[in-house]
């Protein structure tokens, strides 16, 4: 298993801001993912994060949006631009630790005013 | 990949087996089954995984009928620690999630 964590657990920000939120894992991992939990549903994917490679965005999310980076194979960090209310939500990081399985992050909570 | 489909909640009594069924009639032949749950305020959490054979590990076992569209995970001895909401998924590319709205599991004294 892997020890994730994302910094910060919440924050409140203002609407035209932008939000920059951290992971971390315990150990080297080729693969990691960012996906947000809007309030009351699922999560919804919205990149994969290789390492030394452009970032891989799902349908309806776009880079300027939501920048991501990945400097080396612990840490990966996904900025949410230019918010607004409807940005509210949980942020969570996840990583491929082999067989098959991903581990999650706590999450982010974000609530934009 | 292919869709699934879960009821929305179940109510299990403690100490009882738990079982949570899934739909996922257009899975196709290289696609997984992947079981995942979310306690509240937490990220999700692995549980199981299998393609075609049953599967049991320490949380939970995995039935899957012989013509893979349909799925059982059962919870041997169900504790309140379980009560979560639990997602059924289908994928042939483990490392991308699509997660529906999964099932409500509140497990009562």
């Known amino acids: 298993s892997a020890v994730i964590s994302q910094k910060p657990s919440r924050d409140i920000c203002q609407r035209g801001t932008s939000l920059t939120i951290q992971c971390q894992v315990d150990?080297?991992?080729?693969?990691m993912f960012w996906y947000r939990q809007q309030p009351g549903q699922s999560l919804t994917l919205i990149a994969t994060?290789?390492?030394?490679?452009?970032?891989?965005?799902e349908s309806g999310f776009v880079i300027d949006k939501f920048p991501i980076s990945r400097p080396n194979l612990t840490f990966s960090t996904l900025t949410v631009s230019n918010l607004s209310p409807e940005d509210s939500s949980i942020y969570l990081c996840?990583?491929?630790?082999?067989?098959?399985?991903?581990?999650f992050g706590p999450g982010t909570r974000l609530l934009v005013l | 990949d292919a869709k699934t489909t879960q009821p929305p909640s179940m109510d299990c009594a403690e100490g009882r087996a738990a079982n949570l069924p899934c739909n996922h009639s257009?899975?196709?032949?290289?696609?997984?089954v992947y079981w995942y749950r979310q306690i509240h305020s937490q990220g999700p959490q692995y549980i199981i995984h299998?393609?075609?054979n049953n599967e049991t590990n320490e949380m939970a076992s995995l039935i899957i009928t012989e013509d893979r569209k349909s799925s059982t995970l059962i919870l041997p001895h169900a504790t309140l620690r379980d009560t979560a909401v639990y997602y059924c998924?289908?994928?042939?590319?483990?490392?991308?999630?699509?997660f529906g709205a999964g099932t409500q599991v509140v497990v009562t004294p």
């Open positions: 257009t899975i196709s032949g290289n696609e997984y």
């Open positions: 299998g393609l075609k």
């Open positions: 994060a290789n390492q030394g490679s452009e970032a891989t965005y």
């Open positions: 996840s990583v491929e630790m082999g067989q098959e399985t991903q581990y």
């Open positions: 150990s080297q991992v080729t693969m």
């Open positions: 998924i289908v994928s042939y590319s483990w490392g991308k999630l699509q």
